[in-house]
């Protein structure tokens, strides 16, 4: 099974500690959904993961991974 990990949380901490708010606002979603991509219980668009990125300037590579390990 492939799962999906992501390093939005150290990110946040590495762009001058981004609260998960700004981060939200930054690529248009709630706070909520930022609380549940750092915790994995949501896989985001395509589109999301782009905006993500970017919001660090990273690859979305370099903010996502997958665990193909086991498939």
Do not use: W
Request: proline share 1%; aromatic share 8%; with cysteine.
């Amino acid at each position: 099974m492939n799962e999906i990990t992501n390093r939005i949380r150290r990110l946040r901490f590495d762009h001058g500690e981004m609260t998960q708010q700004e981060l939200a606002e930054k690529v248009g979603v709630t706070r909520q959904t930022i609380i549940a991509l750092e915790a994995g219980k949501y896989t985001p668009s395509l589109a999301l993961a782009f905006r993500l990125a970017r919001a660090f300037g990273k690859g979305v590579e370099e903010v996502f991974q997958c665990d193909q390990s086991g498939g």
